[in-house]
């Protein structure tokens, strides 16, 4: 199991704990919600028991008792009508908004129909009482409370993630730069020598008739400035220069070809011959040589490369294809991070560092198209036009 596969794990674990925490949260608030609603309706019911004791008893003594067992609820509304629907007594309600607005208590008393059915108590013959309420304040804080909790638990989650993920990212970039600088100039020192050592063979009369030996030392050498080049770049915001597209897809292609099995069949294909793009053409290539690698890998040493460029009104479109393994669906995101390799060799950068390229430097995008294991892997790059 890899990192990322292992990663994948921990987030799956944590996101299964997280709703069983929210699960167990919402189940235990919803049974204290459901013992205060019975509490509640315990209460109403006792105090329409008072209600219909005054207004029944002929020999009540101490009526202060009778009014606190009344005023003894705090916290349930109540609206008490007669036979008629005329409000004879309230209870927990706004005072100032009784005395402010005519149509205050009416309205509430509609919510409160709408609510529950009413208590009905009987006065004497053909006259009853109607208590009606509604749940209080608190039960209704208890029942939302979880799910505001939550909001503001995720609410906390995405702020500290995004920070967290800003911090890692820059983080990162430090550290892709400053091993990207230190590798050109750890090359940068054999590189010269080499070139020195050239420049002495080609002048060398033991060398005479050998020269094919000494120019192909020569374009590897050359070969190893362009990747301390290309290193050297990273992290410093490169020229862009006006380039045919087609010219700088046919150098890296030829590059790769050149160095490939004659098992594997590259197929370039365009419409148009002309195709002006703002880029820097050692990273541009790179981008490219690693797609191709890639691609090449995915193959296995035999099998079709198609290049295909196409063309929409800002942009130019160019589509990878390989007859290569496929990558998984899980996979297609996770073959851009650094350190994902399928190789034993490598570490797993290429993508990585191509990604980076396109998006960074020349506002583009590079991504897996289209995969299906055992057919193929289609990438998409999309570069700006010039103009």
């Known amino acids: 199991m890899n990192i990322y596969e292992r990663k994948y794990r921990w987030k799956l674990i944590l996101v299964l704990s997280a709703l069983l925490i929210v699960a167990a949260t919402l189940i235990y608030t919803d049974n204290l919600a459901g013992k205060l609603a019975s509490e509640e309706k315990q209460k109403v019911a006792q105090i329409a028991d008072v209600y219909h004791y005054i207004a029944t008893a002929t020999d009540i003594t101490d009526y202060g008792f009778l009014v606190e067992l009344i005023q003894a609820n705090k916290t349930v509304p109540i609206i008490s009508t007669d036979n008629d629907g005329n409000i004879v007594a309230y209870l927990n309600l706004d005072t100032a908004k009784v005395a402010e607005d005519s149509s ?3 309205r509430r008393l509609e919510e409160m129909k709408d609510f529950a059915e009413p208590i009905k108590l009987e006065i004497s013959g053909g006259i009853y009482q109607y208590v009606y309420y509604k749940h ?6 208890l029942l939302y409370y979880p799910y505001v909790q939550l909001i503001i638990i995720a609410a906390f989650l995405i702020v500290a993630y995004t920070l967290f993920n800003t911090a890692r990212k820059s983080e990162q970039n430090r550290v892709w730069v400053g091993m990207a600088k230190e590798t050109a100039h750890q090359l940068g020192t054999p590189i010269s020598s080499l070139v020195a ?6 002048e060398s009369p033991a060398m005479e008739g050998k020269k094919n030996i000494v120019e192909e030392m020569d374009k590897d050498v050359q070969r190893l400035e362009l990747i301390a080049d290309r290193f050297s770049k990273v992290g410093s915001q490169p020229d862009l220069t006006e380039r045919s597209l087609i010219v700088e897809l046919n150098n890296s292609i030829d590059y790769i070809k050149h160095r490939s099995s004659k098992k594997v069949i590259f197929d370039f294909q365009y419409i148009s011959p002309d195709i002006p793009v703002k880029m820097n053409p050692i990273l541009f290539n790179w981008v490219i040589e690693n797609v191709l690698k890639n691609a090449l890998d995915a193959i296995d040493g035999s099998g079709d490369i198609k290049i295909e460029v196409t063309e929409e009104k800002d942009i130019a479109i160019i ?9 998984p669906r899980s996979k297609q995101k996770t073959v851009f991070e650094p350190g994902y390799s399928t190789k034993k060799r490598g570490w797993g950068l290429g993508l990585t560092l191509a990604k980076r390229i396109m998006e960074s430097y020349h506002n583009g995008k590079i991504f897996v198209k289209y995969s299906v294991p055992g057919k193929g892997t289609t990438f998409r790059i999309i570069i700006p036009k010039a103009g």
């Open 136 to 141: 209080s304040v608190l039960y209704t804080q």
């Open 319 to 327: 589509d990878i294809t390989d007859s290569g393994k496929g990558i």
């Open 197 to 202: 050592w050239i420049e002495y063979l080609q």
């Open 104 to 106: 205050y208590l009416n």
